[in-house]
Nanobody, 124 residues
Framework: QVQLVESGGGLVQAGGSLRLSCTASGRTSSTYTMGWFRQVPGKEREFVAAIRLSAANIYYADSVKGRFTISRDNAKNTLYLQMNSLKPEDTAVYYC?????????????????WGQGTQVTVSS
């Protein structure tokens, strides 16, 4: 089992920045692929970004390309999401996810492990 705990959410004005963190514990060998998803009430949880263990492969949703940066520190078992130029439409609960085998990284069903989520609110 892998436990994922997100932190770093909060309230920020449009144009501002936030950095989310996700710390993994337990069977961290199962975190080959890690990703961020987000969800607003009444909508499907959507893919934001993903990264493989070596960071050689990084993926972004079109909506966040050029504004968000995903990274990981394997020594600290921690995943990050640097969010710049935030927009009100980025408001959501952000979830960290991990899986040892995920192939199609943008699909929720590919991930076995999820964090509890952290709220990000961007005011206009």
């Amino acid at each position: 089992q892998v436990q994922l705990v997100e932190s770093g959410g909060g309230l920020v004005q449009a144009g501002g920045s936030l950095r989310l963190s996700c710390t993994a514990s337990g069977r961290t060998s199962s975190t080959y692929t890690m990703g961020w998803f987000r969800q607003v009430p009444g909508k499907e949880r959507e893919f934001v970004a993903a990264i493989r263990l070596s960071a050689a492969n990084i993926y972004y949703a079109d909506s966040v390309k050029g504004r968000f940066t995903i990274s990981r520190d394997n020594a600290k078992n921690t995943l990050y999401l640097q969010m710049n130029s935030l927009k009100p439409e980025d408001t959501a609960v952000y979830y960290c996810a991990a899986d040892p085998r995920a192939i199609s990284v943008a699909l929720r069903s590919q991930y076995d492990y999820w964090g509890q989520g952290t709220q990000v609110t961007v005011s206009s």
